[in-house]
């Protein structure tokens, strides 16, 4: 079955190093994003694509950047790890703009 | 994006029908509204989208009032495993890049 995939579940990292969240859909999906969820936030986005070699800001896009080198990747880099990047990421995919979004399974960073 | 209002939180008997409301009295014309539902520690889940009539699919039902000012999300024989937050969201066609998820309404399910 297809399905979209965020490794690794869980991160510890130390303020300033550089972290790379990693999502893998095998939907074929040209539509990307990267959300963060913090406790009475709801889901933020960060970064979006539509396609290779496209990438977007989101909301809160300060600190983090993506790359698309291909249809089933969206790897989020955050340049410089701070305390505040603290939280659990999650990648989705849309086949298109007026169909459902899929997300992945989320991975949990934490920032010391 | 249009606001959505929904309680913070309901409970339902197992076996029975959970109803979800959802306030968007600032909806306009061109706004989906789309449910999704988070299982603690898990991703988003696509439940339901419509537009002015109501929807069924395997998971739910969706009624829109004939304003389109609010609707209801319902689950037909709630089991434990519903137990998640609910998400109403309105969303332009055409413009899906950005969900504001909000708090959402906490189901639980009783036994």
Redesign the interface.
Known sequence: DAEITQSPRHKITETGRQVTLACHQTWNHN?M?W?RQDL?H??R?IH?SYGVQDT?K??VSDGYSVSRSNTEDLPLTLESAASSQTSVY?C?S?RT??T???????TRLTVV | DAKTTQPTSMDCAEGRAANLPCNHSTISGNEYVYWYRQIHSQGPQYIIHGLKNNETNEMASLIITEDRKSSTLILPHATLRDTAVYYCIVRPENTGNQFYFGTGTSLTVIP
């Open positions: 539509n994003f959300y009475g709801g889901l986005l979006y977007n989101g909301e999650f989705a849309r703009m007026n459902e979004a899929f997300f992945g399974q989320g």
